[in-house]
């Protein structure tokens, strides 16, 4: 029997070129202007340069998944296969990739570099610190909760209400013990103890300027418009009011300019930024994706977990924000994810059943009419395991047929980019009959804030209703009376279903959207409707990747991936 070897095994013997060689690829030159190593395989594309690029019409291509299940789906590892696909067939192309998050690759989820021989390397790296952005943005995140509590320290001169503080602290960690905390309760004259807590950093507003910014100068101004708190006359107080959106900017100067590494085939990577998807608005930043569109004809990049949350958030945010139009969309769907949803448990998932494969495929058709509700074209894109039989492809195949959509068998886990030529070539295909772009919104920015939850609701959860907290409600009065309710909607639910239950598999019709809260996030411009039992500080597992990561005797990694 053959030894599979695992992902970070297969990631140490891979041969990786000097980052500078990966560049010239995109005659991107080996000067201090253009670029500045970060050791011998990563390299900061710098803003200077990336200004001197001409923007011109290209293929942007979405990748995104059916609804995610313990089962794995592979929608990074698709996304990697998919640019060395169309690499090995001579297209130019990139992909663009979020950068991980220590929370899951301690906690549960695990890393997200890809798998198998569709990686981007080094995984080690880009999987543990990375180039420091993540620490970057954590902490012009915390300067300015350190800003506000010295400025009450020191006399609060703007009549700050220390009950109504809306600005958290942040850490790149699964700490549920941080949700709630005291502070300040030091015995001090001027110390005034208040309740405060802490979000993960991939669900700060800083995480998502910093991604949904074209510029220095924008990422600024944006940052200066963070609400913080309020006065006790309910006056809305913002960063700038404090200051602190020069400093902040100064430390996320470096941390700004994207990160290049490679695939395991020598191909361009770009990962830049890493909002969640489920709490946030779950896609890498503008500034790589636009550098990579002028630096390629094909660009490939993701939308965190499924198209309910991921694409939507891709969509209705990050395009409506950037002026980006996707070509085509690639659907990524499992056999196993599917019979998932069809009813059966995680570890009888290598037998043959096809009773629960078709009850699971209303879940892959939703996904595909709400693709469709955007105006773009998509192909489905089956990530083979070893497991899957000829029967089971078969039903997904002739399903995918009948609604007319194009489905490519994809090996690229076990084969890199000679398993993902047939996609390659139909992305390629696809973006040549699409000549101009058909893509719309799913909502109008005249709708009201409520109008826009309701048509999320009910044209991509398919939801009967929408339940508010009366502490929602009153929120989304408040923002729509302060004149935000041009802004676009993210919604935080959990990612493993339609609806606000995580147990409520394949497709369901008849829920509710229960939201719990709304909060608004007027630097970034979004309101973040948290609906469910969604937690913006995630938990530990009872049993975490943590207890099986350590350095062996010759000083390797061992456990993360």
């Not at 700050?160 to 790149?172: C, S, T, Y």
């Not at 941390?255 to 290049?260: G, K, L, Q, T």
């Not at 598999?505 to 409707?529: C, M, Q, T, W, Y």
Request: charged fraction near 25%; proline fraction near 4%.
């Amino acid at each position: 029997m053959v030894k599979i070897k695992s992902d970070i095994e297969i990631a140490r013997k891979a041969k990786m070129q000097p980052i500078g060689n990966i560049l010239k690829k995109f005659k991107i030159p080996d000067t201090p202007f253009a670029f500045s190593p970060m050791g011998r395989h990563v390299a900061k594309i710098n803003l200077r340069y990336i200004k001197t690029l001409k923007e011109k019409e290209k293929n942007l291509v979405l990748v995104t998944a059916i609804t995610p299940t313990p089962a794995g789906e592979g929608k990074t590892t698709t996304s990697v296969g998919l640019n060395d696909g169309l690499n090995k067939i001579g297209m130019k192309s990139i992909v663009c990739l979020r950068e991980p998050s220590l929370g899951p690759s301690f906690g549960m989820k695990g890393g997200a570099a890809g798998g198998g021989y569709a990686q981007v390397v080094p995984m080690e790296r880009i999987n543990l610190h990375f180039t420091g952005d993540f620490h970057a943005i954590t902490t012009a995140h915390n300067l300015l909760s350190a800003l506000i509590d010295n400025h009450i320290y020191w006399g609060n001169k703007l009549n700050i209400d220390i009950e109504n503080i809306v600005w958290k602290r942040v850490v790149d960690l699964n700490d549920r013990s941080l949700r709630k905390i005291k502070i300040n309760l030091e015995q001090l004259k001027a110390n005034h103890p208040r309740n405060d807590s802490f979000d993960i950093t991939v669900a700060s507003e800083v995480m998502a300027i910093f991604c949904l910014s074209n510029d220095i100068g924008e990422l600024e101004r944006k940052i200066g418009n963070i609400t913080i708190a309020y006065t006790k006359n309910k006056k809305p107080i913002f960063a700038k009011d404090l200051k602190a959106q020069g400093p902040m900017t100064v430390l996320l100067k470096e941390a700004f300019r994207p990160n290049a590494v490679q695939t395991l085939e020598n191909n361009l990577a770009i990962i830049h930024g890493g909002p969640f998807a489920n709490i946030a608005h779950g896609c890498n930043s503008i500034l790589a994706t636009k550098t990579a569109l002028r630096l390629s004809d094909y660009v490939i990049t993701e939308a965190g977990f499924g198209a309910d949350l991921g694409a939507e958030k891709f969509l209705d945010i990050k395009c409506r924000k950037a002026g980006l139009q996707p070509k085509c969309v690639v659907l990524v769907a499992t056999i196993r994810a599917l019979k998932m949803h069809g009813g059966v448990l995680k570890e009888n998932l290598k037998k043959e059943n096809l009773n629960a494969l078709k009850k699971g495929l209303p879940n892959l058709e939703r996904h595909i009419e709400n693709i469709k509700k955007f105006g773009l074209d998509l192909i489905v894109a089956i990530n083979r395991f070893e497991t899957d039989t000829k029967k089971e492809i078969e039903i997904v195949e002739d399903f995918c047929a009948n609604l007319n959509i194009k489905v490519s068998l994809c090996t690229h886990w076990a084969h890199g980019g000679k398993g993902t030529k047939d996609l390659a070539e139909k992305v390629v295909k696809l973006c040549k009959k699409t000549k101009k772009s058909k893509f719309n919104f799913i909502y109008n920015d005249k709708n009201s804030l409520t109008k826009k939850i309701e048509i999320i609701a009910s044209e991509i959860y398919r939801a009967s209703g929408v339940e508010y907290t009366k502490e929602a409600k009153n929120q989304l009065n408040k923002i729509e009376k302060a004149g935000y309710s041009n802004f676009p909607i993210c919604i935080a639910k959990t990612q493993y279903s339609f609806s606000v239950d995580p147990k409520l598999k394949g497709a369901p019709i008849g829920h509710n959207l229960k939201v719990r809260d709304v909060r608004l996030s007027s630097g970034v411009e979004f309101v973040v409707v948290i609906c469910g039992s969604i937690m913006t500080m995630p938990g530990l597992p009872r049993v975490p990747s943590a207890d099986k990561i350590r350095l062996n005797k010759k000083g390797d990694i061992e456990g993360l991936f």
